[in-house]
């Protein structure tokens, strides 16, 4: 009975690099949502992903950052040439389902990001 | 979008005394309304949730009361435990949840 997991924990990349989050939501779970947490600071939206769709990505920037979730396999976050204000916690959470009214969302431990 | 914003930023509050953390909201359309904990280094913990149908919500030493009129949510515990603290976001929406930026609640034993 297995929760939201997200992997790596930490992952330490030097600017430019590229920065791969992934993240397997709980059995069951077919909807899937990333946020953002820098130090102090509250959880902001980036994206909501069901299988193999992009729900609602207003959250994400514009350029360097994508997102996905196949069908089969965990959903990807993906920074392209990471910069040092990319450092913050990702954390991934899942829903069973989005209907007219919001379901809690089930949330993973993060990913650590630090660029170096 | 939602701006949902936290009174205080840390609370201090006796071991065996009830906490009080409050949140405020800015969109009407806002329909759905929930409390985590987070401690250092973990996920958001899901706490409680309120429908903007109800006005109350009671769990176990927690209750979520929702004033809609003033945008106003507030997160009650009682007889507040050391095991307690933790940062307590809320969190409101309608198709996407908000979170504001926290309140940390220190426990003093």
């Known amino acids: 009975n297995a929760g939201v997991m997200q992997n790596p924990r930490h992952l330490v990349r030097r600017r430019g690099q590229e920065a791969r989050l992934r993240c397997s939501p709980m059995?069951?779970?077919?909807?899937v949502y990333w946020y953002r947490q820098l130090p102090e600071e509250g959880l902001k939206f980036m994206v909501y992903?069901?299988?193999?769709?992009?729900?609602?990505e207003s959250g994400m920037p514009k350029e360097r950052f994508s997102a996905e979730f196949p069908k089969e396999g965990p959903s990807i976050l993906r920074i392209q040439q990471v910069v040092r204000g990319d450092s913050a916690a990702y954390f991934c959470?899942?829903?069973?389902?989005?209907?007219?009214?919001?379901?809690?969302?089930?949330f993973g431990s993060g990913t650590q990001l630090s660029v170096l | 979008g939602e701006n949902v914003g936290l009174h205080l930023p840390t609370l201090s509050v006796q071991e065996g005394d009830n906490s009080i953390i409050n949140c405020a909201y800015s969109?009407?359309?806002?329909?759905?309304f929930i409390w985590y904990k987070q401690e250092s280094g973990k996920g958001p913990q899901f706490i409680i949730d309120?429908?903007?149908?109800?006005d109350k919500r009671q769990g176990q030493r927690v209750t979520v009361l929702l004033n809609k009129t003033v945008k106003h949510l507030s997160l009650q515990i009682a007889a507040t435990q050391p095991g307690d603290s933790a940062v307590y976001f809320c969190?409101?929406?309608?198709?996407?949840?908000?979170f504001g930026t926290g309140t940390r609640l220190t426990v003093i034993p």
């Open positions: 959470a899942s829903s069973p389902r989005w209907e007219a009214t919001n379901e809690k969302l089930f």
């Open positions: 059995k069951g779970h077919s909807h």
């Open positions: 992903l069901q299988k193999e769709n992009i729900i609602d």
């Open positions: 969109n009407s359309a806002s329909d759905y």
């Open positions: 309120i429908r903007s149908n109800m």
């Open positions: 969190a409101a929406g309608a198709n996407n949840l908000f």
